[in-house]
């Protein structure tokens, strides 16, 4: 089982191919995800410091186009199906913006054998 760690915050093991959003949400970790997990939004970022976080959907691609602090390095975690250990800073919190008031929908749970969905 793959193990996630979130700097700062703690190393938890994540089941494979689990969105990543989902397994830092569980972890206890608060990361904003306005849009559901859908890459409409950007809000669900985070930086892979180490570790591989798979290929990028053509979504997230396009998504993170309009991010003007985006590094080789950020990724939208709603995209990302944890596969590998990672160890990755989250750049949007809850505690940081409390009148959003929660963090958004929560994201769908994937299958771990199908890849996400193109984005509609």
């Known amino acids: ?8 915050e703690k190393v938890f093991d994540a089941a494979e191919g689990r ?7 569980d972890a206890g970790i608060d990361i904003l995800h306005r849009c559901g997990g859908n890459a409409r939004c950007t809000t ?7 570790g591989d976080a798979g290929p990028m959907t053509e979504a997230e ?14 990724r939208l975690s709603c995209q990302v199906q944890v596969r590998d ?3 990755v800073k989250v750049r949007n919190r809850l505690h940081q913006k409390p009148e959003l008031g929660d963090a958004g929908p929560r994201p769908i749970e994937w299958p771990k ?3 996400l969905p ?3």
Request: proline residues 7%.
């Open 118 to 120: 193109p984005e509609s």
């Open 1 to 8: 089982m793959p193990k996630v760690e979130v700097t700062g």
């Open 19 to 25: 969105r990543l959003v989902l397994a830092i949400e």
């Open 113 to 115: 054998d199908r890849p």
């Open 85 to 87: 250990d990672l160890t």
């Open 61 to 74: 691609a396009s998504r993170l186009e309009s991010v003007s602090e985006r590094t080789d390095q950020t």
């Open 44 to 50: 669900c970022r985070v930086e892979v410091l180490d």
